[in-house]
């Protein structure tokens, strides 16, 4: 019976164990589980989601205050289309936060940056450029693009000295979005050097329209691999979502997949950037605990355990301070719903947005829980005290758990 480590992933020179912590924003991966990945010889991810409130948490700076007193004279204005994100802060703070990272990092592994096409930052293209160019400059190892298409996103950095060298990936949910990727990136004359396949069981935001339940995960990497296979392109794939045991993996690099990326079974360890009590919440999710939603502003679904705090919340957007979500015109699918819920309730101090809610204030605050489909499993793998709360663990036994174990056996902490 084999286990992960019979396995290994190539990318370019690197050997390395066939395991990557997913990216998790905002401030969810870390920079020390992402280190601890690196250190044990596979993948981990930090996110540049919100990296200014990242950097002001982390590294002292006052991004997010400077850009609230800027704008200040906006917050009762509906109209938020003046707010443009200063460049030079994108990449300040990006820098800072990758920077700070790679210096740290020890081992063999590698460590990479997910970048989420959907934050928008009220200028897509201009913002996403310089993302991607500051993680470059600051020495990341690879960049996993993410939620979205990315159908230009070589484009933006071809010019850049380490576009040939540095390590690029996609995540998809479908054979076809693959297929559009590569054809618009393919005047870069640029392959992907991996493409993260990630099926209806992941957490954060899915792929998949709210049928996502009729998809499943083998048969989309099936698919792409005899693609990519008639097309004569070897490319590995990563196959994500819902791979909850080392035997899981196993199943699928046996299937052809040339490692998995996992995230749930990290959202308890120490190392993860939740807040203790809300790691517990996570741990004890049960099943009916869990659901996925429509109401983040991206459009895309998203699943999250139904007692996270930002559900339903009311918030007065905040996108004087974040505005992440601001798309080309400024415009939010939150800002539509409160609006239309205050004139709805001219007279209440405070109203409910049941169908959208305030993303960034959420995600900033760890108000809206997002995992996988299997958090509700998370409670068989550690050891509860008297009083009903589990062990934390570290992230190193759970990469250790997912790199043994044989026969989906899950080694408890000590
Ligand atoms: C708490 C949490 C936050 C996530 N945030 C992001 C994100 O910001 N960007 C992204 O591309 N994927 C995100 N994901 C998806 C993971 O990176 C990963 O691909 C997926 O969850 C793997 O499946 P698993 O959680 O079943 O192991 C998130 C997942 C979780 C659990």
């Known amino acids: ?15 390395l164990v066939p395991i990557m912590i997913g990216g998790m924003g905002v401030d969810i991966s870390t920079a020390a589980l992402a280190l601890e990945a690196a250190r044990l010889g596979g993948i981990g991810h930090i996110s540049d989601a919100m990296v200014h409130t990242v950097s002001d948490r982390r ?54 940056i997910n970048c989420m096409e959907k934050l928008t930052m009220n200028a897509p293209k201009e913002t996403l450029r310089v993302r991607l160019t500051a993680a470059l400059d600051a020495g990341i190892d690879g960049i996993t693009l993410a939620a979205g298409l990315h159908l230009g996103s070589f484009g933006l950095i071809e010019d850049h000295p380490r576009f040939r060298d540095v390590q690029l990936g996609i995540i998809v949910s479908s054979l076809r979005a693959l297929q559009l990727f590569l054809r618009k990136n393919g005047r870069t004359h640029r392959l992907p ?73 990290f959202t308890v360890s120490k190392e993860c950037g939740l807040p203790d009590k809300v790691k517990q919440e996570y741990f004890k999710a049960d099943e009916q605990d869990i659901e996925v939603n429509t109401i983040s502003p991206t459009g895309y679904p998203m699943r999250m355990l ?8 009311g918030t007065h957007p905040n996108c004087e301070s974040f505005g992440y979500l601001l798309d080309a015109n400024g415009r939010c699918a939150y800002i539509d719903a409160y609006n239309r819920e205050v004139e709805a309730h001219p007279d209440a101090k405070k109203v409910q947005v049941m169908d959208k809610t305030c993303l960034c204030t959420h995600m900033r605050n760890f108000d809206i829980w997002t995992c996988g489909h299997y958090t509700y499993r998370l409670k068989d793998t550690s050891v509860a005290n008297a009083e009903g709360n589990y062990q934390l663990l570290s992230a190193e036994h759970v990469f250790h758990d997912y790199q043994y174990s044989k026969d989906h056996k899950i080694a408890l902490p000590a």
């Open 306 to 313: 139904t007692n996270s705090p930002g559900i339903g919340a």
């Open 193 to 265: 050097d991996y493409v993260v396949v990630e099926g209806p069981l992941a957490g954060g935001h899915l792929g998949f329209g709210m049928d996502w339940a009729e998809y499943d995960l083998a048969t989309i990497i099936a698919e792409i691999r005899a693609w990519l296979a008639a097309e004569q392109l070897d490319i590995p794939l990563i196959a994500a979502g819902g791979v909850f045991t080392g035997s899981d993996a196993v199943e699928f690099m046996e299937h052809g997949a040339a490692g998995v990326q996992v995230a749930t079974r």
């Open 1 to 15: 019976m084999k286990c992960v480590d019979d396995f290994r992933l190539r990318l370019g020179q690197h050997e």
């Open 59 to 112: 590294y002292e700076t006052r991004f997010v205050k400077d850009r609230l007193k800027h704008y200040k004279y906006n917050v009762q204005n509906m109209d938020k289309s003046e707010l443009k994100f200063h460049l030079g802060h994108i990449e300040e703070a990006t820098r800072l936060h990758v920077g700070r990272t790679m210096e740290a990092k020890q081992g063999p592994g590698m460590v990479f």
